[in-house]
């Protein structure tokens, strides 16, 4: 009959054989570069995209999105730390006298990576094709103002935007918006991507680790970028992002966790980078559902909150108290003022004049999809119960809680990206917002945003700004409780990065790595 | 008459398989159609407007009833054609092929070191049973297998990696520039798997080799004057090894598709990450496809189990049918 003895072995021996067959098929296994030649800087993101990924700006949702469209493609402006506006394919712009008709001077002598010169109609492409039907793109609805068909080319080097409507701030509206080499398709968009920015696509496809960058010759900045490449992965486990750039198989990352750093802090290899931001965390209660209904109760429920105290336990103290409006002090037009300190008394006699002397009971829904909401919910708890508000934590899954709670219940822990003061007021707050979170009508307020929106001068456009501001304070049904700091970690011997507090726009342009 | 058993265990399995994984394909369907929310909320997230929202369910064609849904994937597969990702625009195939290719690699050299490893220590432990080193390796091997891998996978990367860098903390296998590298870094999740597998195994073979050294034939085996070793390698260990076989099956078939925890804690691309991604996604074709390809996996580890098993016993090898 058969050797069957010799079957345990023969296996193990196809196993092994299989294994090494596999391994080499599978994993194209990189050339041995010239070494010491090719300087390669080693992204990490916290978090994953898998296949969904896509380099296309008209697109991109998340981190790694975002960190590939900020390599290979530039906007007409750029936002500086403070969220002002800054040149970048577009050297200048100017309004007409209402801010319904804005002109922006291209930079000349800006070469694609397919060595094509970069023009007018390179602009008019990238922001027509975000109001294509066949591009369903999430931006569209904010640049609701462009009229797609009046977007003109003056002449080469400057283009034109008739808006449908004033935005004196259209600068401000457009920056995340990048410019892709006109006649491409959405497919060539998303995987090649060819743009104007320091470093062009060597290898993306989506849902395979990592994608590759190599440095563009003849990009516009001269002697720019300082790195010959760019491997860029994500990396969402917590622990193992750390452990990897302890250990030297990644270089740099833009987010980590804000507690325990202690041993990342005390490592003479790493360097640590901290930026202010106006990421939120805060708790949202619909104004027209009982008993948030009444403005003492939300006064009440603001002034129960000691908020030095949430900002240890939820942030581990890396972070800023915030005052119950969305636009930090360091933010353009952000209200200067002391945030308030709790004061359980007058919560009560509040709440006693609301007509609910016991107190209240409330439900309040949270969940893991963000860092800090679930600390945040058992912390705001245990204060807000000495003024006689008893909070049940409802805690949701986290994989659905932007779909199936926000928005769906009245009292939640919600959180919301740093973004410029009007974005940050109108997105949340207009009667009219699609994510009006607190059911929060006030006329007033909307008339200032609108307002705003059409004051040319600066000054005053900050005054009403501030008006809005306060009015969100007092009277709006938004706990916004902290800002949260954004850190950043490099190996020692990256030079020239600079973390800043919006994700989505860091740039590696300038980044070296000495020996 | 008699039938070869092999041949027909493979074509009667083959068979089954074919309606399992049907079935299969039917209930992953049904499961995902129950889950809350769609596709095209997953990929706008929760910045997206109700006009992108409806352009790409148009898109995608999420609207039209699911059975015809359903329908139209299973038409394809019985023409081999497995789908397009509806996350990915691409072919699923691809991703598939990739990823499962990788999982195989990881729990291949798992398995590589897994088979003798936990085999080895049974019979060292049924060596002298309730001795010492049958007491000792028993607690070791349990408190292994008790530590939830994802603590174990942690503390190996700040042991051997961090402290001692004898490895690289995370299977960053494309940064590997040979293949020695890609073994090199795959050391610490094989390790952690070893660890949560070890146990089962080394209590199977113990207790069946105690069984089988106490039976009358291996008596008879050493009356005869055969050497301990000829006796113990030849005549008992056949035996003892089909509880192993079938807890090493068991083994194989969860290194397929349940080692998420492991490929997360060292970055690892393998089918079980794809498979939860996609679930997050709701995106069909694509948890279809994995699913298909891990019980295909679990249904072909099986049938090796049981060929092994038939193999290792001729009472079974030769029955008549």
Same mark, same amino acid.
């Given at each position: 009959?058969?050797?069957?003895?010799?079957?345990?072995?023969?296996?193990?021996?196809?196993?092994?054989?299989?294994?090494?067959?596999?391994?080499?098929?599978?994993?194209?296994?990189?050339?041995?570069?010239?070494?010491?030649?090719?300087?390669?800087?080693?992204?990490?993101?916290?978090?994953?995209?898998?296949?969904?990924?896509?380099?296309?700006?008209?697109?991109?949702?998340?981190?790694?999105?975002?960190?590939?469209?900020?390599?290979?493609?530039?906007?007409?402006?750029?936002?500086?730390?403070?969220?002002?506006?800054?040149?970048?394919?577009?050297?200048?712009?100017?309004?007409?006298?209402?801010?319904?008709?804005?002109?922006?001077?291209?930079?000349?002598?800006?070469?694609?990576?397919?060595?094509?010169?970069?023009?007018?109609?390179?602009?008019?492409?990238?922001?027509?094709?975000?109001?294509?039907?066949?591009?369903?793109?999430?931006?569209?609805?904010?640049?609701?103002?462009?009229?797609?068909?009046?977007?003109?080319?003056?002449?080469?080097?400057?283009?034109?935007?008739?808006?449908?409507?004033?935005?004196?701030?259209?600068?401000?509206?457009?920056?995340?918006?990048?410019?892709?080499?006109?006649?491409?398709?959405?497919?060539?968009?998303?995987?090649?991507?060819?743009?104007?920015?320091?470093?062009?696509?060597?290898?993306?496809?989506?849902?395979?680790?990592?994608?590759?960058?190599?440095?563009?010759?003849?990009?516009?900045?001269?002697?720019?970028?300082?790195?010959?490449?760019?491997?860029?992965?994500?990396?969402?486990?917590?622990?193992?992002?750390?452990?990897?750039?302890?250990?030297?198989?990644?270089?740099?990352?833009?987010?980590?966790?804000?507690?325990?750093?202690?041993?990342?802090?005390?490592?003479?290899?790493?360097?640590?980078?901290?930026?202010?931001?106006?990421?939120?965390?805060?708790?949202?209660?619909?104004?027209?559902?009982?008993?948030?209904?009444?403005?003492?109760?939300?006064?009440?429920?603001?002034?129960?909150?000691?908020?030095?105290?949430?900002?240890?336990?939820?942030?581990?103290?890396?972070?800023?108290?915030?005052?119950?409006?969305?636009?930090?002090?360091?933010?353009?037009?952000?209200?200067?003022?002391?945030?308030?300190?709790?004061?359980?008394?007058?919560?009560?006699?509040?709440?006693?004049?609301?007509?609910?002397?016991?107190?209240?009971?409330?439900?309040?829904?949270?969940?893991?999809?963000?860092?800090?909401?679930?600390?945040?919910?058992?912390?705001?708890?245990?204060?807000?119960?000495?003024?006689?508000?008893?909070?049940?934590?409802?805690?949701?899954?986290?994989?659905?809680?932007?779909?199936?709670?926000?928005?769906?219940?009245?009292?939640?822990?919600?959180?919301?990206?740093?973004?410029?003061?009007?974005?940050?007021?109108?997105?949340?707050?207009?009667?009219?917002?699609?994510?009006?979170?607190?059911?929060?009508?006030?006329?007033?307020?909307?008339?200032?945003?609108?307002?705003?929106?059409?004051?040319?001068?600066?000054?005053?456009?900050?005054?009403?700004?501030?008006?809005?501001?306060?009015?969100?304070?007092?009277?709006?049904?938004?706990?916004?409780?902290?800002?949260?700091?954004?850190?950043?970690?490099?190996?020692?011997?990256?030079?020239?990065?600079?973390?800043?507090?919006?994700?989505?726009?860091?740039?590696?342009?300038?980044?070296?790595?000495?020996? | 008459?008699?039938?070869?058993?092999?041949?027909?265990?493979?074509?009667?399995?083959?068979?089954?398989?074919?309606?399992?994984?049907?079935?299969?394909?039917?209930?992953?369907?049904?499961?995902?159609?129950?889950?809350?929310?769609?596709?095209?909320?997953?990929?706008?997230?929760?910045?997206?407007?109700?006009?992108?929202?409806?352009?790409?369910?148009?898109?995608?064609?999420?609207?039209?009833?699911?059975?015809?849904?359903?329908?139209?994937?299973?038409?394809?597969?019985?023409?081999?054609?497995?789908?397009?990702?509806?996350?990915?625009?691409?072919?699923?195939?691809?991703?598939?092929?990739?990823?499962?290719?990788?999982?195989?690699?990881?729990?291949?050299?798992?398995?590589?070191?897994?088979?003798?490893?936990?085999?080895?220590?049974?019979?060292?432990?049924?060596?002298?049973?309730?001795?010492?080193?049958?007491?000792?390796?028993?607690?070791?091997?349990?408190?292994?297998?008790?530590?939830?891998?994802?603590?174990?996978?942690?503390?190996?990367?700040?042991?051997?990696?961090?402290?001692?860098?004898?490895?690289?903390?995370?299977?960053?296998?494309?940064?590997?520039?040979?293949?020695?590298?890609?073994?090199?870094?795959?050391?610490?999740?094989?390790?952690?798997?070893?660890?949560?597998?070890?146990?089962?195994?080394?209590?199977?073979?113990?207790?069946?080799?105690?069984?089988?050294?106490?039976?009358?034939?291996?008596?008879?085996?050493?009356?005869?004057?055969?050497? #301990?070793?000829?006796?113990?390698?030849?005549?008992?260990?056949?035996?003892?090894?089909? #509880?192993?076989?079938?807890?090493?099956?068991?083994?194989?078939?969860?290194?397929?598709?349940?080692?998420?925890?492991?490929?997360?804690?060292?970055?690892?691309?393998?089918?079980?990450?794809?498979?939860?991604?996609?679930?997050?996604?709701?995106?069909?074709?694509?948890?279809?496809?994995?699913?298909?390809?891990?019980?295909?996996?679990?249904?072909?580890?099986?049938?090796?189990?049981?060929?092994?098993?038939?193999?290792?016993? #001729?009472?079974?090898?030769?029955?008549?049918?």
């Amino acid at each position: 009959m058969t050797n069957q003895t010799r079957t345990g072995v023969s296996r193990r021996t196809l196993l092994a054989g299989a294994a090494v067959l596999g391994g080499s098929a599978l994993f194209p296994i990189e050339q041995v570069k010239a070494a010491g030649g090719i300087k390669t800087l080693r992204i990490a993101s916290g978090e994953a995209d898998g296949v969904k990924g896509t380099l296309d700006p008209a697109y991109g949702t998340n981190d790694p999105d975002a960190a590939r469209a900020g390599l290979v493609f530039e906007g007409l402006v750029k936002l500086d730390e403070a969220f002002a506006v800054q040149p970048s394919l577009a050297t200048a712009w100017k309004p007409n006298d209402d801010g319904s008709v804005w002109t922006f001077n291209l930079r000349p002598g800006v070469k694609f990576h397919d060595g094509s010169p970069f023009t007018a109609t390179d602009v008019i492409f990238s922001f027509r094709r975000l109001f294509d039907p066949k591009t369903p793109s999430p931006s569209a609805a904010w640049l609701a103002p462009i009229d797609p068909e009046n977007i003109k080319a003056v002449d080469d080097l400057t283009v034109e935007f008739k808006l449908r409507e004033p935005v004196v701030e259209f600068p401000e509206l457009i920056y995340s918006h990048k410019v892709v080499k006109a006649g491409q398709t959405n497919e060539q968009v998303r995987t090649a991507g060819i743009g104007t920015g320091a470093f062009k696509v060597e290898r993306f496809v989506p849902g395979e680790e990592p994608s590759t960058y190599v440095r563009h010759d003849q990009y516009w900045q001269p002697g720019k970028p300082g790195v010959d490449r760019v491997e860029l992965r994500s990396i969402p486990e917590e622990a193992a992002r750390i452990a990897a750039l302890v250990s030297g198989q990644v270089d740099l990352f833009w987010d980590l966790p804000l507690r325990g750093l202690t041993r990342l802090e005390q490592d003479k290899n790493i360097v640590l980078q901290t930026a202010k931001t106006s990421f939120w965390l805060g708790l949202a209660a619909w104004t027209d559902t009982k008993p948030f209904d009444d403005p003492r109760v939300r006064l009440a429920l603001k002034l129960a909150a000691n908020r030095d105290q949430l900002l240890k336990a939820v942030l581990g103290g890396h972070g800023s108290v915030a005052n119950d409006q969305p636009v930090a002090p360091w933010i353009k037009f952000g209200l200067p003022d002391e945030p308030r300190k709790q004061d359980i008394e007058q919560a009560k006699k509040l709440l006693a004049e609301a007509g609910y002397p016991d107190g209240i009971d409330v439900e309040l829904y949270t969940s893991a999809s963000g860092s800090g909401l679930v600390e945040l919910a058992t912390a705001y708890k245990a204060q807000a119960e000495a003024a006689g508000i008893r909070i049940s934590i409802n805690q949701a899954p986290a994989e659905d809680y932007w779909s199936n709670i926000w928005l769906k219940k009245p009292f939640i822990v919600t959180a919301w990206s740093g973004k410029g003061a009007d974005a940050a007021l109108a997105r949340p707050f207009l009667s009219d917002a699609e994510w009006n979170e607190t059911h929060w009508h006030n006329d007033a307020f909307d008339k200032l945003i609108l307002e705003a929106r059409r004051t040319i001068d600066e000054k005053k456009r900050g005054e009403l700004y501030q008006k809005a501001q306060e009015l969100v304070r007092d009277d709006g049904g938004a706990l916004i409780l902290l800002f949260a700091d954004a850190i950043g970690a490099t190996r020692a011997n990256v030079r020239g990065w600079k973390l800043h507090p919006q994700k989505l726009s860091q740039s590696y342009v300038d980044v070296t790595i000495v020996d | 008459m008699r039938v070869a058993p092999i041949p027909r265990l493979i074509v009667t399995r083959l068979a089954l398989s074919v309606l399992s994984l049907f079935v299969v394909s039917l209930i992953v369907f049904s499961a995902v159609e129950l889950l809350p929310g769609d596709t095209a909320e997953r990929i706008l997230g929760r910045e997206a407007t109700k006009e992108s929202l409806a352009a790409l369910r148009t898109q995608l064609r999420l609207s039209d009833p699911a059975p015809e849904r359903y329908a139209r994937w299973l038409g394809g597969i019985v023409q081999g054609d497995f789908g397009r990702s509806l996350v990915a625009d691409r072919p699923v195939f691809s991703y598939i092929a990739g990823y499962l290719g990788r999982t195989l690699l990881l729990g291949g050299l798992a398995l590589l070191i897994h088979i003798p490893l936990s085999i080895g220590l049974g019979l060292l432990a049924a060596a002298r049973p309730d001795g010492a080193s049958d007491l000792a390796l028993s607690a070791a091997v349990l408190i292994g297998m008790s530590i939830p891998e994802f603590v174990v996978g942690i503390f190996l990367i700040m042991l051997l990696a961090n402290d001692l860098q004898l490895f690289p903390p995370l299977a960053l296998i494309d940064q590997a520039k040979s293949f020695g590298d890609v073994i090199h870094m795959l050391a610490l999740p094989v390790i952690t798997l070893n660890f949560a597998m070890t146990a089962y195994v080394v209590r199977q073979t113990r207790n069946s080799m105690i069984e089988v050294l106490k039976s009358d034939y291996v008596r008879m085996a050493s009356l005869r004057g055969l050497s #301990p070793l000829r006796v113990l390698f030849v005549h008992a260990l056949p035996n003892a090894l089909s #509880p192993a076989i079938n807890a090493i099956a068991l083994n194989a078939s969860w290194l397929v598709g349940g080692i998420v925890v492991v490929e997360v804690v060292f970055n690892y691309p393998g089918l079980g990450r794809l498979l939860v991604e996609s679930i997050r996604f709701h995106d069909v074709p694509m948890i279809q496809g994995a699913a298909l390809a891990l019980s295909a996996a679990y249904i072909a580890v099986n049938l090796v189990a049981d060929i092994a098993t038939l193999l290792l016993n #001729p009472k079974l090898r030769t029955r008549t049918a």
